[in-house]
RNA sequence: GCCACGGUAGUGUAGCCUGGUUAGCACAAGGGACUGUGGAUCCCUUAGCCCGAGUUCAAAUCUCGGCCGUGGCCCCA
């Protein structure tokens, strides 16, 4: 082998490649179908926009480079902060709600493993403008639309809010920056750091119990709710963030989504992140099973524009491919009947390739260019799955050919102006 | 960045432990037997030891490094 492909990248052939397009496209109705518009944004950015959203941090884990102008750029490691800088640079002062969704390819440099490469794709929506919390819940509804769209069984939905959390430890007079911080630990899950940054900003161990209680707090609605409520009483700020979930959780149901567990201990680690967020989990997927990311967050300000309320989310979509392949969903993308040209020798060759001109007019047809004998050219056919052949010999002096089905094996002689009008019905 | 396992024609594999003939087999691909008829048979052809260094008279085989793959850790915008 001369030479290999980068490290974390993939060839598709075409069968695959006929899947991803198939799921592609029906991801795309359902987007449609809730009025969201395609928007494309550039494979590279400027560094400083993908760090101006994530941190410096992140750069290890970017493929970035300097252009021959000296200018420091970034291949994009996700879609939302493009999105989000398109919005702001084009579309702010457009009506209100902005329903946008996008579907490309992303960067990361880190190290492969299953569900996880170096290049990957991204679909997802930004729903800018509204506040509302059905603006909230029609994200996650759409969401799991899709899901169900592509036929995928075996996934979870988990809804929750950093909203919550953030205006506990608001009320207790934590500034925002340590508060961010904050939530990057509980993001990862290391509850002995987190009780210890707690004790350092001076919380109780009432409230350092409460916090660790709520983020515990894992299930159906009424139960976490009724425990939350327990765990936060008198502290208004944080029972009225509950509320406002509450109030998503309202409209999510009246949208038809009521299978979903509620998961106060979703922190999403990113800085931007308001209020609802959400997380989706093929369940079926190994270390990498999350497929679906999402929320509500404030970023346009980030990028220099005025702040706008927006929801959102992104699916993994290489993981959603291996996710519905360990469902066992079929993914044959639907083609017409296959159709080939043969010619009866070079004599016929000329006239194949007018006929073969002709049908393209309506009908997928290609020609036998190999100058195979009939007997080789027909092996090629049958083991293609092709489903008609058009024998191309002297009787197309008299104006006519061999129409071949090759299913039944049966053939008869068809007027070359009738031959289109046979194989398009 | 870390750990485990792996890498032989296009694909799947035998050989590796116990270094030593032309690295074997199946399928696929191209051609032919069959000059106007496929999914059958037979024949021929193309094509391979991931890369590099070391040990040795001799390396696909043993050792080390790298690259790549698979899965996991870290991370995951």
């Given at each position: 082998m001369k030479y290999s492909?980068?490290?974390?990248?993939?060839?598709?052939?075409p069968e695959e490649m006929a899947a991803r397009r198939s799921v592609e496209q029906r991801m795309r109705r359902v987007f449609v179908r809730f009025g969201y518009a395609e928007v494309a944004t550039p494979t590279f950015e400027h560094l400083e926009l993908i760090t101006a959203k994530s941190g410096e941090e992140i750069v290890a884990h970017l493929y970035h480079f300097k252009d021959k102008g000296g200018r420091d750029l970034a291949l994009r490691p996700e879609l939302t902060a493009p999105v989000m800088r398109l919005y702001v640079n084009e579309l702010q002062s457009s009506p209100k709600p902005l329903r946008l969704y996008y579907f490309g390819n992303c960067f990361r440099y880190e190290r492969p493993q299953a569900g996880r490469y170096r290049e990957f794709w991204q679909a997802g929506v930004e729903l800018i403008g509204s506040s509302s919390p059905e603006a909230q819940a029609e994200v996650i509804a759409l969401a799991k639309a899709?899901?169900?769209?592509?036929?995928l069984r075996n996934y979870e939905l988990h809804v929750g809010s950093v909203g919550v959390?953030?205006?506990?430890?608001?009320?207790?007079?934590i500034a925002e920056g340590e508060q961010c911080r904050i939530m990057g630990i509980i993001d990862k899950g290391d509850e002995e750091q987190l009780e210890e940054e707690l004790l350092k900003?001076?919380?109780?161990?009432?409230?350092?119990?409460?916090?660790?209680?709520?983020?515990e707090l894992k299930g159906e609605r009424s139960a976490v709710v009724s425990r939350a409520e327990e765990l936060l009483a008198g502290r208004e700020a944080a029972l009225n963030e509950l509320r406002e979930l509450e109030g998503i959780l309202d409209a999510l149901e009246s949208f038809g989504v009521r299978e979903y567990t509620l998961n106060l201990g979703i922190a999403r680690g990113l800085d931007y992140y308001t209020g609802m967020v959400f997380e989706i989990y093929a369940s079926k997927l190994g270390a990498e099973k999350q497929i679906c990311g999402g929320g509500s967050y404030s970023l346009a300000e980030t990028f220099g524009g005025k702040p706008v309320a927006?929801?959102?989310f992104a699916f993994g979509f290489d993981r959603i491919m291996l996710a519905l392949e360990k469902d066992g969903v079929e993914l044959g993308g639907e083609e017409g009947a296959k159709i080939m040209v043969i010619p009866f020798g070079e004599e016929y060759l000329d006239r194949a390739i007018e006929i073969s001109a002709l049908l393209r007019r309506s009908v997928a047809c290609e020609l036998e260019v190999m100058r195979r004998k009939v007997k080789k050219a027909l092996s090629y056919a049958s083991s293609k799955?092709?489903?008609y052949v058009v024998l191309v010999g002297e009787e197309t002096e008299r104006g006519r050919v061999?129409?071949?089905d090759m299913r039944s094996g049966e053939q008869r002689e068809v007027d070359i102006e009738e031959l289109e009008r046979e194989l398009a019905g």
């Open positions: 492909r980068p490290r974390g990248t993939r060839d598709f052939l899709v899901l169900d769209e592509l036929g959390l953030r205006k506990f430890l608001e009320e207790r007079g900003l001076g919380l109780s161990e009432e409230d350092r119990s409460a916090i660790a209680g709520v983020l927006t929801s959102g799955g092709i489903d061999l129409l071949k």
